[in-house]
Structure formats: structure tokens, C-alpha cells
């Protein structure tokens, strides 16, 4: 059955800081990871997606890095703001297959940034 | 430009009354799928609509049913709800299968007591 593991599940940083999120998955075959950011509330946003091929990849201050031997994710996030305070969710695809069924979750990372 | 909508945001039933959760998207995407998020759960999916005319079922059905009315809607109803649907509503889109981004309404949070 494919997984995905996130870790921690919640996390308190203070304003200002960085701080990594991890994505463990057992999804075969795998097609792509994205990470999406949920604001309390609201419905995930793409924040980034990594294939097979990617190693990293920046958006502003999110990095995610992929090893795809160790089947490993990490989401680094750089000079933390009170605006990061959010799930952030590790979603893997996997493929080719039907559409819709080729989606696992992970059960989310809870971050707060305190000032 | 208002993406995923998705009514109501909050309901509240009880054991075995009926409901219907509707969603419309303005993006003129293929695909629709309708989530529930449960605490420490990631998301699960209940239906999708790979086009317009198709419905197939995802991880969690039991209990649910979904029409696609047209290629913008796609509703999900529970016909006699119970407490262990309550749960937090997500309907999204995306422009072709899963491997695609999926656009998410902001949610329906749904009691059954």
C-alpha cells in the first residue's frame, strides 16, 4: 500500500527562523511530489512540485529537496514569518494509472511562527 | 477570478438526514474530485470525475454519492447521514489526471451528531 509519512507532525518556531519539514513515502511507481500549504480554514495550495529528475527546487523562501533512492522529501522554509503558520502537506503521485486514484497524502505538518 | 467554490461552509445534521455539498469551478478543468480531511488523516478521496459524464469511486465511497451535472459542477450527497461522516469537505480540480495541480475550494465542514 503506498505511504506518506511527514515529520514532525507539529512544529513551534519563533518569527524569523528556518525550520525543515521531512516527507517519507512508499509510492511506486512514483511520477512526482508536490507540497502544498494550508492555511487554516482553507484548501491546500501548490507550493512546489519535484520529479523523478530534481534534486531542489526554491520558491521565495521554500526549498524542497528530493532523493528519490532514499525516497526521502524535505521542505526547508528561510527566515520564518508569522504568515508561514500552516499545515503543510507532502502529496505524492504516482503513475500512470487512473486519474484520481494516483494521489497519497500525507497527514500534514502543523507549523507555527511565533513572533 | 473565483476558482474552486464550494456551499455551504458549515452544516450541521443529524443521524440519518440527507444533504447535498455542491461545487463549481471556473477554470474549465477536466477533472473533479471530492476530499474529506479527518484530524491526523491526510486526505482522503472519496469520488472523482475524471470528464464530464464520469464518476468512479476513490479510497472512502461507502456512504456517498456524486453527479457531475456538467463540466463547471459536481456535487456530493450523503443520503442517510451518519456520525462518522463528520468530517471537513474538500472538492478540487485539476486540468488532467492526478499528476496535475489540484485547485482546492476552501472547504465544507459537516457535523453529524
Known amino acids: 500500500k503506498n505511504q506518506v509519512e511527514q515529520s514532525p507532525q507539529s512544529l513551534i518556531i519563533l518569527e524569523g527562523k528556518n525550520c525543515t519539514l521531512q516527507c517519507n513515502y512508499t509510492v511506486s511507481p512514483f511520477s512526482n511530489l508536490r507540497w502544498y500549504k494550508q492555511d487554516t480554514g482553507r484548501g491546500p495550495v501548490s507550493l512546489t512540485i519535484m520529479t523523478f529528475s530534481e534534486n531542489t527546487k526554491s520558491n521565495g523562501r521554500y526549498t524542497a529537496t528530493l532523493d528519490a533512492d532514499t525516497k526521502q522529501s524535505s521542505l526547508h522554509i528561510t527566515a520564518s514569518q508569522l504568515s508561514d503558520s500552516a499545515s503543510y502537506i507532502c502529496?505524492?503521485?504516482?503513475?500512470?494509472?487512473?486519474?484520481?486514484?494516483?494521489?497519497?497524502f500525507g497527514g500534514g505538518t502543523r507549523l507555527m511562527v511565533k513572533p | 477570478n473565483a476558482g474552486v467554490t464550494q456551499t455551504p461552509k458549515f452544516q450541521v445534521l443529524k443521524t440519518g438526514q440527507s444533504m447535498t455539498l455542491q461545487c463549481a469551478q471556473d477554470m474549465n478543468h477536466n477533472s473533479m474530485y471530492w476530499y474529506r480531511q479527518d484530524p491526523g488523516m491526510g486526505l482522503r478521496l472519496i469520488y472523482y470525475?475524471?470528464?464530464?459524464?464520469?464518476?468512479d469511486k476513490g479510497e472512502v465511497p461507502n456512504g456517498y454519492n456524486v453527479s457531475r451535472l456538467n463540466k463547471r459542477e459536481f456535487s456530493l450527497r450523503l443520503e442517510s447521514a451518519a456520525p462518522s461522516q463528520t468530517s471537513v469537505y474538500f472538492c478540487a480540480s485539476s486540468q488532467g489526471s492526478g499528476a496535475n495541480v489540484l485547485t482546492f475550494g476552501a472547504g465544507s465542514r459537516l457535523t453529524v451528531l
Open positions: 502529496v505524492v503521485t504516482s503513475g500512470p494509472g487512473r486519474a484520481g486514484n494516483m494521489l497519497t
Open positions: 470525475s475524471a470528464s464530464e459524464g464520469t464518476t
